[in-house]
């Protein structure tokens, strides 16, 4: 079974902290990660892959094979990162994870 | 570019009745998804069509969904009839391949079922 999970639903952190949003998943191959981005009132977009290896509005995530986790982290939150974060794995089919509502405090 | 349509935006409508959603994607996007949202929750895929056929719809309640892309480019979703427990979004998302390459987004359906 593949299997997402993001452990925070909530998380609230001040400007200018470092973040890290949580992502394990459970599958039994090598799948491909990603971090999905909801802003308020905005559509739900690519905020970054892991195959990429890139850095997207100073987010960084990591795939940790033996952990199976894939953690988005920022090392200086802002004010405009303020979101709903899924973390979505594609193994045969793209499952997503239920979310993380990241607010940051000014 | 407009990127991905969908229509209605919102709908409300009483238990038993028919509803349809319908999703333009981003032209020359071969690929097309339909997710479900509930409340609370992140996106579950209902289908996938590579153009015109259906590649997976695994996760799709055949006793009262059914959806069509007949000619490969739009796509309607369908529940009839609906019950209480559809209330949720409906998104549709289109990429230009297969597998790991960008999904870009409708904004939605919000179906509300009395």
């Known amino acids: 079974a593949q299997r997402v999970t993001q452990p925070e639903k909530l998380l609230s952190v001040f400007k200018g902290a470092p973040v890290e949003l949580k992502c394990n998943y459970s599958?039994?191959?090598?799948?491909?990660l990603f971090w999905y981005v909801q802003y308020s009132r905005q559509r739900l977009q690519l905020l970054l892959r892991?195959?990429s290896r890139e850095s997207i509005k100073g987010f960084t995530a990591d795939l940790n094979k033996g952990e199976t986790s894939f953690h988005l982290k920022k090392p200086f939150a802002q004010e405009e990162d303020s979101a709903m974060y899924y973390c979505?794995?594609?193994?045969?089919?793209?499952?997503f994870g239920t979310g993380t509502s990241l607010t940051v405090i000014p | 570019e407009a990127g991905v349509v969908q229509s209605p935006r919102y709908k409300i409508i009483e238990k038993k009745q028919p509803v349809a959603f319908w999703c333009n994607p981003i032209?020359?996007?071969?690929?097309l998804y339909w997710y479900l949202q509930n409340l609370g929750q992140g996106p579950e895929l209902l289908i996938r069509?590579?153009?015109?056929?259906?590649?997976?719809d695994s996760q799709l309640p055949k006793d009262r969904f059914s959806a069509e892309r007949l000619k490969g480019v739009d796509s309607t979703l369908k529940i009839q009839p609906a019950e209480l427990g559809d209330s949720a979004v409906y998104l549709c998302?289109?990429?230009?391949?297969?597998?790991?390459?960008?999904?870009?987004f409708g904004p939605g359906t919000r179906l509300t079922v009395l």
């Open positions: 998302a289109s990429s230009s391949g297969q597998g790991t390459t960008t999904q870009y």
């Open positions: 599958y039994s191959g090598s799948p491909e």
């Open positions: 892991h195959i």
């Open positions: 979505a794995l594609y193994g045969n089919q793209f499952y």
């Open positions: 032209s020359g996007h071969n690929t």
């Open positions: 069509y590579e153009n015109e056929e259906a590649v997976d």
